[in-house]
């Protein structure tokens, strides 16, 4: 695991804080109308180190909420450690709260998609082992078709040079990181791992996805 908590150099400072401007944003509609809640949905990706995933669903306009943890294993109420070894059969993902009207599924999907590389088994840039898998886990009949005709046509169209090795499985219980992996970009913008990696695919989401951002939505 190439995490480390160590501090960046500050060259890359500005970026960063211009990157957290977004990522803390927070969307208000939810909170003022209640009723709206109730029609929030759930999705949950594995695309890596949850760390990324979550700073990247944090700014998608749409989505209310993003938590970090665990799914897929075979042992109940696996730690941060355990699920490190790969020997649980969890995966890190993110689970999302998100509202259809604003944001639809394959949306999603294709943030998913175009944010990691789902043609690397098992491996997302320096982070090795089954606990990086790339999968989507479905909460619904709808949420699986859709996913399996958005990998088809992913698949089709040739978009990665590589095959797509993302599964699509059902949800099972999701076990919720510590509050320490919780917001993680937020409270350590400065972090190493997080510069060299995380950063970059921030940049290349505002790139990609301009019009699907919190911010643009504000504007």
């Not at 938590?67 to 020997?87: A, E, H, I, N």
């Not at 995966?91 to 998913?112: A, C, M, N, T, W």
């Amino acid at each position: 695991m190439l995490r480390s908590f160590a501090t960046s150099r500050p060259k890359f400072l500005l970026a960063v804080v211009l990157l957290l401007v977004t990522v803390v944003r927070t969307d208000q509609t939810f909170a003022d109308d209640p009723a709206r809640s109730e029609k929030l949905e759930t999705a949950t990706f594995g695309g890596g180190c949850y760390w990324c995933t979550e700073a990247i669903f944090q700014q998608i306009d749409g989505v209310q909420s993003v938590k970090p943890g665990f799914m897929g294993g075979r042992s109940d109420s696996p730690t941060y450690d355990q699920v490190l070894t790969g020997r649980t059969g969890h995966v890190e993902v993110v689970q999302l709260q998100f509202d259809p009207e604003r944001v639809g599924y394959e949306k999603l999907l294709e943030i998913f998609w175009k944010t990691h590389d789902p043609t690397t088994r098992n491996r997302q840039g320096p982070d090795l082992g089954s606990q990086y898998r790339s999968v989507v886990f479905y909460h619904s009949d709808d949420q699986k078709q859709t996913a399996i005709e958005y990998k088809t046509l992913l698949a089709r169209s040739r978009t990665f040079r590589g095959r797509i090795v993302t599964t699509i499985e059902p949800a099972s219980e999701f076990f919720v990181a510590k509050d320490d992996h919780i917001d993680f970009f937020k409270k350590n913008p400065e972090n190493q791992y997080c510069e060299r990696y995380l950063v970059p695919k921030l940049e290349k989401l505002k790139k990609q996805f301009p019009d699907d951002l919190k911010d643009h939505s504000s504007k």
